[in-house]
């Protein structure tokens, strides 16, 4: 029985760092040719579009909702405290510029785009068009790699930023509607107490999130098994490895950014 | 000239090319026949170094590309190359047009304002010509087929190497298609390379043909030769598909060939 435990658990740690050592050389390729040759410019303008146009309603949606939200929960829970909604605005600013906003705009994105860059890989993969592209005299780090890389690292702070806007206003609308907090109180309370340094610790950690996300995209898109089937496998296993790992990052990069003096 | 020397392929323990060794002269037809699942797509994938095979060599024009790691290099030899895939390998997000000018930007250095010409003399070429602005997702298994052979002659390589070129295709598109891969070497003066298991198509337009068995050639030789060799495999393989009407056929393309 003690055998069957200790070899199946060596079998995955053999394959969790065979997976590393594939991802360390996708990213080792992915910086020499970086460096080797002209970037596909109108490939990064096109992805960056397509996961903006993608994600904006979305993230919209969600930000402005959370904003709301924590604005009525803050309100009720402020009120029953000390009688009366206290501090809406820098509680909503706060967890959302340092936390909910990066991650949520994260999640958004890696279920909606970072699925569908799997599968356009995997399926590129599947019908030898990755094996084309070498045919043609590029190569996938190239023309797939790069311009993926460069969009996400470009779109999701982006996006982020639209997220704290977003749900800073919909936190406003209900302590304003549903308070009755003025809302010169309500913006009084964002900006006596937030500083640039807040709004980087969220910033930052945008970076962080996408360099993963599209990591995991594109690497279960170009090592999908054959097959639609393998496609379908592929995406799953990209969109909830980028969700868990997101939140697994979140802590680690959080510690270490308040770590530095960046609260 | 590509020569291939003593090539080994392992795949999951499995040795798919054995100690594989074959010449193929410039300017021919040469087409490798055998069994699905004998190695012809891996020695295709081998010669463009899409795969690396454990041992061997394969010299193209006297240079080894087997050795070669460096996908700069690599990228050099594949300039000599033209490769129509199974399925066709058609990039789905962009449309004929500019499926077949792909190649152009890495492979050339022909001017961008020669693409539109480049692309439609192709497409003439191949019987495509009102194609040019459709996605692949809205052709048919032939007209992907003829769109991926032009891009493959985009740039005009040395050699096309053809993977299954009629597997999936109806017998008037499958003629259509060796019709044109026959034009093609002889308009162009490409060198050939198929692998199929369609014996018709390789008696009827090969100069020379090769039998894959067992990750080894059994027998190889023009259509002649190998229509007397007494070899039991190849025998038992091509059994009775050598009829009468792919004498006929081949004698059609002869008296075309002789109007180039």
Redesign the interface.
């Known amino acids: 029985m003690r055998h069957y435990i200790s070899e199946g658990v060596g079998r995955r740690m053999m394959s969790l760092a065979q997976k590393m050592g594939a991802v360390s050389l996708m990213i080792k390729s992915l910086i020499v040719w970086s460096f080797?040759a002209k970037p596909e410019t109108r490939e990064i303008v096109k992805q960056s579009v397509r996961i903006g146009v993608d994600s904006l309603s979305v993230t919209i949606l969600t930000s402005f909702f959370t904003g709301m939200v924590l604005a009525l929960q803050m309100g009720y829970t402020s009120k029953y405290l000390f009688n009366e909604p206290l501090y809406i605005g820098t509680m909503v600013a706060f967890s959302l510029v340092k936390e909910l906003a990066p991650v949520l705009t994260s999640i958004v994105v890696a279920g909606r785009v970072g699925a569908s860059v799997t599968a356009e890989i995997g399926?590129?993969k599947v019908?030898?068009?990755i094996?084309?592209l070498?045919?043609?005299?590029?190569?996938p780090t190239r023309y797939l790699l790069i311009p993926r890389y460069a969009a996400f690292l470009i779109t999701i702070p982006l996006l982020t930023v639209f997220a704290d806007f977003m749900g800073i206003f919909g936190g406003f609308l209900v302590s304003n509607i549903k308070f009755s907090v003025p809302s010169s109180v309500y913006w009084n309370d964002i900006f006596t107490f937030m500083e640039i340094k807040n709004f980087m610790h969220g910033f930052v950690k945008t970076f962080a999130f996408a360099f993963m996300i599209v990591t995991v995209s594109c690497y279960k898109g170009l090592t999908c098994e054959e097959g639609a089937e393998g496609v379908g496998k592929a995406t799953t296993e990209s969109v909830v490895t980028s969700m868990v790992l997101v939140m697994v990052l979140d802590y680690f990069i959080s510690a270490a950014l308040v770590a530095v003096g960046l609260i | 000239m590509i020569e291939i020397k003593n090539l080994t392929k392992i795949y999951s323990g499995r040795k798919v090319l054995d100690d594989a060794c074959i010449s193929i002269n410039s300017g021919e037809i040469f087409s490798v026949i055998g069994p699905s699942g004998c190695g012809k797509s891996t020695l295709l994938?081998c010669i463009?170094r899409?795969i690396k095979p454990e041992s061997g060599r394969i010299l193209v024009d006297g240079k080894n590309v087997v050795d070669i790691d460096d996908?700069?290099e690599?990228?050099k030899i594949?300039?000599d190359?033209?490769?129509l895939?199974?399925?066709g390998?058609?990039?789905?997000s962009l449309t004929v047009m500019e499926n077949i000018t792909?190649?152009l930007?890495?492979?050339t250095d022909i001017p961008k304002s020669e693409y539109p010409r480049i692309a439609r003399e192709k497409l003439a070429l191949v019987g495509l010509e009102k194609a040019e602005n459709i996605k692949p997702a809205e052709l048919s298994g032939g007209m992907k087929k003829r769109a991926a052979l032009a891009?493959a002659i985009a740039?005009e390589p040395k050699y096309i190497l053809y993977d299954e070129p009629t597997t999936g295709l109806d017998p008037i598109t499958s003629d259509m298609i060796l019709g044109l891969i026959s034009d093609m070497a002889a308009k162009l003066k490409i060198t050939s390379i198929i692998v199929t298991h369609d014996i018709k198509l390789a008696f009827t337009i090969s100069n020379r043909i090769a039998m894959l068995d067992k990750g080894n050639f059994e027998i190889s030789g023009t259509p002649e030769e190998l229509r007397r060799s007494s070899s039991p495999v190849f025998k038992k393989f091509t059994d009775d598909a050598l009829s009468s009407d792919v004498q006929g056929r081949r004698h059609d393309l002869e008296v075309k060939h002789k109007q180039y």
């Open positions: 080797r399926t590129m019908t030898e068009q094996d084309a070498y045919t043609l005299g590029t190569n | 994938k463009v899409l996908e700069f690599l990228a594949r300039k190359f033209g490769y895939f199974q399925g390998a058609l990039f789905d792909f190649g930007k890495y492979l891009r740039a």
